[in-house]
């Protein structure tokens, strides 16, 4: 029929729209900057704020996903019932709104970082292992693999806001040393390795959610007028 769209042109339609969503909603994408550099595109602390909130969200919406897919599985029907402690139980994580709002923006600021590094290697292993499970699908794998990358981005991001920050005198500390490893690995961050898959999974939905919880907090902290 004249005129009519075929189903390849829908396709392609759909496909461009989520790959500009997909580029719209990264935190780490190019070209945006916390200043106005030449050849990109400078933002606010609020939407810095918004596009890391929105991530931090949709990280810990895919870790509640396969979540809820591990405790389904007959042969990982141990889920949370954690085996040992989380590796990252060692970093100081204010327990509650009115503790996390009294902490100092710098050590709250720390604090995220920390959890986002603590991640980046167990998340990893985390997405290998589950490729070689029988009980998932590729699909599952992809959703792994997509929380494994989100880390960095949300931690790229992160660094973004906490630049932005000390460019305004909000925080007194410097990227660099907010993001270096010696102040945020922790000294045991190997523990991990030692924790099966239904316990880092456990753990990362249980830390994922204290970063979004942790970013709200600070947001609201500091642009208080911007959705709060």
Known sequence: MPGSIGPVSVV????????FCSRLLSVGAAPICTNAQAGCHALSLANLFDRVIQHSARMHGISNDLHSEF????????????????HTSNIFTPNGKENAQRMAREELTEVILKLLVA??????????SIAHHHDFNNFSTN????????????????EKVA??????????NSVSSLASPEVLMPSDSAEWRLMKDYDLLYCFRRDSNKVQNYLKILKCRIVPEHGC
């Open 163 to 172: 630049e932005k920050m000390q460019m305004m005198g909000i925080i007194s």
């Open 12 to 19: 392609w339609v759909v496909l461009v729209y989520l790959l």
């Open 143 to 158: 959703k792994a693999l997509e929380m494994s990358d989100m880390v960095h981005e949300l931690r790229k991001g992160v």
């Open 71 to 86: 405790y389904f599985l007959p042969s990982k029907n141990q889920i949370g019932r954690v085996s040992r402690n989380c």
């Open 119 to 128: 991640w980046r290697d167990p998340l990893w292993h985390f997405q290998q």
